[in-house]
């Protein structure tokens, strides 16, 4: 389908009327958007065909086994029930299981069994969507005529027909991915309520967002240049000539800036919103995260992917699942089952303790988080079976120079100096964890897996914007716009601001959805 999707074009270049073949600029590389956008004049998201067999001579049930090695793509499709007329959303939701998972995108459903162990975005997401519609996760993510839409394409079974009767929709796979310890099963109907009129809107507006998906590189150059002198004035504070205690400190604070300066871009490459090619992305990520930061980019995509996907779920988002040191719910007080952890998490004496004073300990804890990223990267690296041996020793490799020159750095400075130096730096870096949690801890949290139709609600449900003058978006690094960055994750960051104003603001008015924006001040 042709796209009138705007292209990038010369801001000094009057608009003209261009023909139906050609693009039009509604956001230009500085971000700024030339008119208001008009969902009316988007096209419809272009329809995935169905995987073309020819006919042939019936196999032998040998050669039929030995294919199914062989390829395990085609297995999905041998597995599948003929169904000529299609399937429902009761049809798919009864297939909600790791070892069985069925999923809606776009007019299509899929068996995506086999590939959920080698998705390289990681395979709880997938599970999180097994037995549902998954249509504006997937386009969260990936283009529709990209590599994954095609890689999807070859686990096409049919066609969906629509949404059924709740009647019959339960999973009944003996292996729900969220049996909890005690059998019980989480989350595991999925909703089959008609969809609200504004789904097919904003699925409209993603599809004809795909031309704005592009990044002016000019602004990644200057933070670059910014975040190196940063790094140096750190360096130079810590190693220059009769420096004193204080210059140490004040090195110690460049520190900390600087990591968290450079964790907003891992954030950016984690995305695959920089290049918007993910094998450049993870590159950038390596870059930024393993060696400036020691943060593992597999750990963070592994981690926020699911975030994301299923944003404040009691039981799926890792990123509000802290106990037993942190509770943004007394729903945890429960000992709730965790499907990211595998484990329950036990609402004991100690984490009852630990709760009841976290209005004191959330600071301190903020501080210090940066260990713990540490760690959770190693363990991931070190015991994740999901993960390439190539690129585990890549991110062990780089994670390990990231503790050398860090350690190379500190032994400059006196004996007494080095613990504080670690631990202010540290706290100063720590400011983003702060401001991750200002987006999330205090929205609406909601019981099991995501429901079908619902991934917008869900994101405004789980998220907020914060307020503040252009001139402070350099500090808050794209996290004020959390709202917008959840709806369309592959939005750049500097485009988020004018995105805000001139695509989701009316789009909320214009469908009755409540969009938070509290002031920083």
């Known amino acids: 389908a042709r796209s009138r999707v705007s292209a990038l074009t010369d801001p000094a270049t009057p608009l003209t009327r261009t023909p139906r073949d050609q693009t039009e600029n509604r956001i230009r590389p ?3 958007l030339t008119r208001p956008f008009r969902p009316t004049s988007l096209p419809k998201i272009p329809a995935m065909p169905a995987v073309v067999r020819s006919a042939a001579k019936p196999a032998k049930a040998s050669d039929a086994a030995a294919a199914a090695t062989k390829n395990p793509k085609r297995t999905a499709h041998m597995n599948a029930p003929a169904q000529p007329d299609g399937y429902s959303a009761d049809d798919v939701a009864r297939h909600c299981a790791k070892d069985d998972a069925w999923v809606i995108v776009g007019d299509g459903v899929y068996d995506i069994t086999e590939w959920i162990p080698r998705h390289p975005g990681g395979s709880i997401p ?38 059924g009767s709740r009647a019959g929709s339960e999973c009944e796979s003996p292996k729900d991915h969220l049996a909890t310890a005690s059998g019980d099963s989480v989350g595991s109907v999925a909703s089959s309520d008609a969809a609200a009129p ?24 200057k933070l670059f240049a910014c975040l190196a002198a940063l790094f140096a004035a750190s360096v130079w504070c810590v190693v220059g000539e009769g420096h004193g205690v204080w210059t140490h400190m004040l090195g110690a604070v460049l520190l900390g800036m600087f990591w968290q300066q450079t964790m907003f871009i891992g954030h950016d490459a984690g995305h695959g919103a920089i290049t918007h090619d993910h094998a450049k992305d993870f590159f950038i990520g390596l870059i930024v995260g393993n060696l400036c930061n020691g943060v593992g980019i597999t750990w963070w995509t592994t981690t926020h992917n699911v975030h994301h996907c299923a944003c404040n779920s009691l039981e799926c988002d890792p990123d509000i699942q802290h106990m037993p040191v942190l509770s943004v719910t007394p729903k945890y007080f429960d000992s709730v089952w965790s499907l990211y952890h595998q484990r329950r998490m036990t609402f004991d004496r100690a984490a009852r303790f ?17 260990f713990n990223l540490y760690a959770q990267s190693l363990i991931l690296l070190l015991t994740s079976k999901e993960i390439k041996n190539k690129r585990r020793a ?7 120079l990231y503790f050398t020159w860090l350690g190379a750095l500190v032994s400059q400075l006196p004996s007494g100096e080095r613990l504080g130096f670690l631990l202010l730096s540290h706290a100063v870096g720590g400011i983003i964890h702060v401001q991750i949690c200002l987006s999330h801890f205090s929205r609406k949290i909601f ?35 959390q709202t917008e960055h959840h709806l369309v994750p592959r939005m750049p960051r500097h485009k988020l601001r004018r995105f805000r104003e001139e695509v989701v603001k009316p789009f909320c008015d214009e469908h009755g959805l409540k969009h938070d924006c509290p002031s920083f001040w």
């Open 126 to 163: 997938l599970v999180q969507y097994a037995g549902r519609d998954m249509t504006d996760a997937f386009r969260a993510y990936h283009s529709p005529n990209g590599k994954a839409a095609k890689t999807l394409n070859a686990y096409r079974i049919g066609d969906f027909t629509g949404a």
């Open 30 to 32: 500085n971000g700024e």
């Open 394 to 400: 890549l991110e062990i490799c780089v994670m390990g």
């Open 198 to 221: 504004h789904v097919a809107a904003f699925r409209t507006l993603v599809a004809g967002l795909e031309g704005e998906f592009r990044t002016d590189y000019r602004h990644y150059y």
């Open 447 to 481: 019981d099991g897996r995501p429901e079908n139709n619902k991934w917008v609600e869900m994101q405004l449900d789980g998220t907020m914007d914060i307020d503040c003058p252009p001139w402070l978006d350099w500090f808050h690094g794209g996290l004020q716009f």
């Open 354 to 370: 630990l709760v009841s004073v976290q209005h004191y300990s959330f600071y301190p804890i903020m501080a210090v988080a940066r």
